[in-house]
């Protein structure tokens, strides 16, 4: 958002260079470090990490921006061009399948598993240097650089990431000495990448129509089904729902199984990759369908407790997806500002119009409420591993409210990023085609819109009364903001009152489950704007967020008259949100 600019941004400048063809295309946002142009990412960290873990970190979060910029994004074209193709049988005619991946995807692989050890920095000691494992805003925010460039590699890191958590929470002691320490290794020669195996043509989000069966034979599990939609189809370890020979219908039924793909001889497991799915995006990774036909397996903790195991794995992969939705919102914006400051239409800049950085903002702000929304969410999450009750509240129903309202801003996020580049943003050599797919399968993924509107407003809110713990910390957030006008924090108490009496009535009455996705979408807004008030007023933050605040609470918590024109309160907030500078909390007061 705040790109250094190396090209003429003013009609002076142009005159002085007169531009000709190619001189007229405005430049993308290759080459640029995505962690120091983000201003709002330096500035929360601090905030939200430790200083010494930040002290640590941060040079691995720049060569990680760097990359991100760089070689990544170079290999992410490439990989995005050249699909994985599945080879189904040997030249023998045996069933050996594999998949054949483009040398750009493999060398993308060895930057996250085997330098950054994405699958194992929240589980061990030792990755980038740290003497235990790394805390989950750090873990998060390394994920949120590297989306930025590619977004289906981040798949099978995350499966492998969080089939390893399932594996030492739940598996037997025997399993987890054979599994881990192959799951946690980081040479790619030896480890294995985990995944998860769970929608069927009978389940997708109706996870009890599953039809997969389980046969105990002479002491083995054996596993016979038809499973649909698997990302990361070749992955060495599979985590994925069965139901027991006896066992009851519905989910109480299901039990958790790892199956892995090849057996402790070497030999091949009793499952085919039929075929590939040929998807709008995440075109890199490899989704195939997979038919098991008594592939050996082990079962994982308690046969009865099988989709509230994996639920966990679920709900850490739902974080995940909220992250890389703001990963790819924030390289919309990257791509947004460095054209409009470069691009050229009637002697200006396209930045200079009004009605163009209206347009900015609103690829803005969504973009910055999910960059507060995963943060605190993150930190949320390393107090309720430090043993917060508190915590854990807040990170059962912000997990869901991110993934919810993140993954469905990311959509109109991408199109307007298309947008302001025009024709050339529907062009594939450009980024934002692929951003615009990708962004669609975020509200798909680990539960629809809908599935995740109802997880917040009938279990989150109605079984587990997790809101009103938000709530608190919200509204103790606001308390310290002192800096911030009192009258805008009232405004903003007054819509988190507001919000939950919303709330709370949706989740109560049955009638009203149509209403379940605007009252999500009310909790994640009113949680964002308390957020970016708060951060506005620590010392040494950039009080723009202030700005984005005041635009959630206008825009998306109160009344608005559709036929009258807004005051010029914008204009002069877009004046400072596109300056390039520091913004001071004194210069914004008066626009609260």
């Not at 958590?165 to 002691?173: D, G, Q, V």
């Not at 400051?341 to 903002?361: D, M, N």
């Not at 819509?495 to 049955?510: F, H, N």
Request: hydrophobic content about 45%; proline content about 5%.
């Amino acid at each position: 958002m705040h790109a250094p600019s190396s090209h003429p941004s003013s009609g002076a400048a142009a005159a002085q260079h007169p531009k000709h063809g190619a001189d007229h295309i405005a430049p993308d946002g290759a080459g640029q470090n995505f962690y120091s142009i983000d201003r709002g990412l330096r500035d929360l960290l601090r905030l939200y990490l430790q200083p010494r873990d930040f002290s640590r970190l941060e040079p691995h979060f720049d060569r990680l921006g760097a990359l991100a910029g760089g070689r990544l994004d170079q290999l992410a074209r490439a990989a995005d061009q050249h699909p994985p193709v599945l080879q189904p049988r040997d030249r023998f005619g045996r069933d050996e399948d594999w998949i054949d991946y483009h040398s750009s995807y493999r060398e993308m692989e060895q930057v996250a598993f085997g330098d950054f050890q994405f699958h194992a920095m929240s589980h061990r000691a030792g990755t980038l240097g740290m003497d235990r494992p790394l805390p989950a805003v750090a873990k998060y925010t390394l994920q949120y650089l590297f989306v930025q460039a590619e977004f289906g590699l981040m798949c099978p890191i995350s499966v492998t990431d969080t089939s390893i958590h399932l594996i030492r929470k739940f598996a037997s002691a025997e399993l987890q000495d054979y599994l881990l320490p192959k799951m946690l290794s980081g040479d790619l020669a030896t480890m294995w990448k985990g995944t998860q195996f769970m929608t069927e043509r009978a389940g997708g989000s109706d996870v009890g129509g599953i039809e997969t069966v389980a046969r105990k034979v002479d002491g083995t599990w054996r596993l016979s089904g038809d499973k649909w939609f698997c990302s990361h189809a070749d992955a060495d370890v599979a985590l994925l729902l069965a139901r027991p020979e006896g066992a009851p219908a519905g989910t109480k039924g299901l039990a958790l199984f790892a199956m892995p793909r090849r057996l402790k001889d070497g030999s091949r497991n009793a499952y085919r990759i039929v075929r590939l799915k040929d998807k709008l995006g995440t075109r890199s990774m490899a989704s195939g369908e997979i038919l098991l036909e008594g592939a050996e397996a082990w079962m994982v903790g308690e046969a009865d407790r099988g989709l509230k195991q994996m639920m966990e794995q679920v709900n850490l992969s739902r974080l995940s997806h909220g992250v890389r939705a703001a990963a790819m919102m924030r390289r919309c914006v990257n791509e947004a500002m460095v054209c409009a400051r470069h691009r050229t239409a009637f002697g200006k800049t396209i930045i200079e119009y009004p009605l163009l950085r209206r347009q900015l903002l609103k690829i803005i702000v969504p973009a910055e409420q999910s960059l507060s929304m995963f943060l605190f969410t993150a930190s949320a999450m390393d107090r309720a591993n430090a043993g917060s009750t508190p915590a854990e509240d807040c990170l059962r129903i912000l997990t869901p409210l991110l993934k919810f309202r993140a993954c469905r801003d990311n959509i109109p996020v991408a199109t307007g990023a298309m947008e302001v580049r025009g024709g050339n943003g529907y062009i594939e050599e450009w980024v934002h085609a692929r951003l615009i797919r990708d962004a669609h399968v975020g509200v798909l993924w680990e539960g629809t819109s809908n599935i995740n509107a109802l997880d917040i407003l009938t279990r989150a809110v109605g079984k587990s009364g997790t809101h009103r713990t938000l709530a608190v910390a919200l509204t103790n957030l606001l308390d310290h903001a002192r800096l911030i006008p009192a009258a805008f924090r009232d405004r903003l108490r007054t819509a988190l009152a507001r919000t939950l009496t919303l709330v709370e009535r949706v989740a109560a009455e049955p009638a009203l489950e149509a209403h379940a996705r605007q009252a999500a979408s009310a909790l994640y807004h009113v949680a964002s704007a308390v957020l970016m008030t708060w951060e506005a007023a620590q010392p040494g933050a950039d009080a723009r967020r202030a700005l984005y605040a005041r635009m959630v609470l206008d825009h998306r918590l109160s009344v608005q008259d559709p036929l009258a024109p807004e005051g010029d309160h914008e204009g002069e907030a877009a004046e400072l949100v596109f300056s390039q500078r520091p913004v001071t909390l004194a210069e914004v007061t008066g626009l609260l």
